[in-house]
């Protein structure tokens, strides 16, 4: 029985000062970024700086070592015509097959550092593209981690699917090819244009002369494209979540049999980002069409003027070769801005999605005093609490309440009363608004908010198992939980019997979300985990709600070993499971409207004898 520990994690490495590349020490993130998303990612990449400026080194130098060829060419040329009077035998060598073995040799050492430059600037670029997209990715989802439970409530998990797998992919691919694209375009630009002034001012002009426009029109282009780009990555992201709320709401789509219904509205998510892929890719076509005429005219005034040059003798032969290669050279490349730059909006379109989601604010921040679980009592104090979810009324009113330390109190009420709000609030899943609420004498809010909820074990009805083994599912949270302890934990449970019986019996697959098990015994894992935890503290949300009779009086009988001498809340409808608690509260409408043990309540003749008679069958 292999467990995975998680010792090694992010946030212990960062706790023992082992900084990840890519994150920030918490608090130090700043509030407010560049409003350009390629400012925001340089402002986030800040310590790739030195990586970052030797792959820009090594893909101009490159880039340098590639156009050399051309010169070489007209060199070559320049011997073949003028022989001892070329610009080889200017440098003293006279001979023509020492000229050209000087040429030959050139050739070798630029094709040789061309290759290595393109080696190097190939696996710096790739290498760099993959860590931060490594690094951007955890960052993203460990901040995700810590916010708080109302945001994901307002947001599609598909959406933030998208945010963390295609956005941060899409950056890695521009990164991988468009940065070294468009250094070298920027390199070519400059150095062959410098060439030109060089070696035939009366003509350079004409090759020059089409770039301003060609940029002018990449930038226009590019200024059309940003909010195209931008609503294709808003349409995946809707797309996305449509998808993961369909699968996993496959059985009931199957059981209401909404198939076609189903099929139609993804249709309709599909077709939305086709059409809006196809807005992009409409204007992003036109782009290297319009640029060849432009390149067109450039090359055909050249060829015609710089040709009728040569032949009166104003520039040399070679000279002319090399113009007419390396206007190919200057032009053509600038074909290739039309992707570069669709791959640049679209990367620049998902960076800002992914920064929007690194600089939202952390709500609810961890205090400063820590508190082992050992020494925890368990007391819990409630004073004057008021809860209300957003633009909602409030859901819990001037509520107090007094838990004494391991003792078990139950909590009864309606649907929607605020039961399981106080669950929320006693994990800190929300902040309260007013009032406080304390456990053994300290303010919640100033406890380190992992010792708090190390402390308390959480048995809710919505029993989430994640896709594993039985074993790393009773596990979770005791990662370091041997095999003796985790069958003795299951065993406490009541859940050793069906577990044996189970294919693999510990090292049974239980699927995604535990649909390989049944209610019942997703519930005693769920049980047999929080045994395991062994908090000094321990809620059960609803926990017997879902189950058959026979499955809640063994639930029963596991919970009878481990409330004892353990501060214990129990939330729950079937009055039956929580009639032996200390203390039995009503609640209605955020407020406990009753209090006692159970036959106290039954003696009140009021809302819990009227709920225990419907129950019981007694009228």
């Not at 993959?130 to 599609?156: G, T, V």
């Not at 070696?199 to 990449?218: E, H, R």
């Not at 859901?395 to 009363?417: E, M, N």
């Amino acid at each position: 029985m292999v467990l995975k520990s998680h010792r090694g994690s992010r946030r212990n490495r960062r706790v023992l000062g082992d900084a990840p590349r890519g994150s920030r020490p918490k608090g130090e993130r700043q509030t407010s970024s560049p409003n350009h998303p390629l400012m925001r990612l340089l402002d986030y990449g800040h310590q790739y700086r030195k990586r970052i400026w030797l792959s820009t080194t090594c893909s101009i130098l490159n880039k340098l070592f590639d156009l050399a060829p051309p010169a070489l060419i007209g060199m070559a040329v320049d011997v073949v015509v003028k022989q001892q009077d070329s610009i080889i035998a200017q440098w003293g060598v006279k001979d023509i097959f020492g000229q050209f073995f000087i040429l030959s040799f050139l050739t070798v050492i630029i094709w040789i550092l061309e290759s290595v430059f393109e080696y190097a600037y190939g696996r710096l670029w790739r290498n760099l593209a993959q860590d931060i997209q490594h690094d951007l990715r955890l960052d993203a989802y460990e901040h995700l981690q810590e916010l708080e439970l109302a945001y994901f409530e307002e947001r599609s998990t598909g959406g933030l699917m998208s945010i963390l797998s295609d956005d941060i992919n899409q950056l890695e691919r521009f990164l991988d090819v468009g940065a070294n694209d468009i250094l070298q375009v920027v390199t070519t630009v400059v150095i062959i244009s410098g060439a030109f002034f060089i070696l035939a001012p009366s003509v350079a002009w004409m090759a020059i002369l089409p770039i301003p426009f060609i940029l002018w029109g990449s930038f226009a282009f590019q200024k059309l494209l940003a909010p195209r780009y931008a609503d294709v990555r808003e349409k995946v992201g809707l797309l996305n979540s449509r998808l993961v709320n369909n699968l996993s709401g496959i059985t009931t789509i199957k059981s209401f049999t909404s198939e076609d219904y189903e099929i139609s509205r993804f249709t309709k998510e599909s077709e939305a980002y086709r059409r809006s892929n196809a807005k992009a890719i409409k204007l992003s076509a036109a782009f290297v069409p319009l640029i060849r005429m432009l390149i067109l005219v450039s090359f055909t005034a050249l060829l015609l003027f710089a040709g009728m040059a040569a032949a009166n003798g104003k520039i040399s032969v070679g000279t002319y070769s090399v113009l007419l290669f390396l206007v190919q050279r200057l032009l053509w490349p600038l074909t290739r801005l039309g992707d570069t730059f669709d791959q640049y909006q679209r990367a620049m379109a998902s960076t800002n999605r992914v920064m929007n989601l690194l600089d939202t604010p952390i709500a609810i921040h961890t205090g400063e005093i820590h508190l082992p679980t050992q020494t925890v009592r368990g007391e819990l104090e409630l004073t004057n609490v008021t809860f209300a979810y957003k633009d909602r009324p409030s859901i819990v009113t001037d509520l107090s309440l007094h838990v004494p330390a391991g003792k078990t109190i139950a909590i009864v009420g309606s649907t929607g009363s605020g039961k399981s709000t106080l669950v929320k609030l006693l994990l800190r899943l929300y902040e309260v608004q007013s009032g406080t609420i304390a456990l053994d004498g300290i303010d919640i809010q100033q406890l380190n908010l992992q010792d708090l909820r190390r402390c308390i074990g959480l048995v809710s009805q919505d029993v989430f198992l994640f896709h594993g083994s039985v074993a790393e599912n009773i596990a979770y949270g005791s990662f370091d939980a041997v095999e003796d302890e985790i069958i003795m934990a299951a065993k406490i449970a009541e859940a050793h019997e069906f577990i044996v019986r189970l294919p693999q019996g510990y090292e049974t697959i239980v699927g995604e979300r535990g649909q390989k098990l049944s209610g019942g015994q997703r519930q005693r894992i769920a049980i047999a985990r929080a045994i395991l935890k062994n908090p000094p503290i321990l809620i059960l949300d609803e926990a017997t709600s879902a189950v058959d009779n026979e499955t809640e009086a063994a639930i029963q009988r596991s919970l009878e070993h481990i409330t004892v001498n353990r501060t214990t809340i129990a939330i729950a409808h079937r009055l039956s499971t929580i009639r032996n608690a200390s203390r039995i509260y009503v609640m209605e409408y955020g407020q406990f409207v009753e209090s006692g043990t159970h036959q106290e309540l039954l003696d009140k003749n009021g809302v819990y004898a009227s709920l225990w008679r419907v129950q019981s069958g007694l009228r």
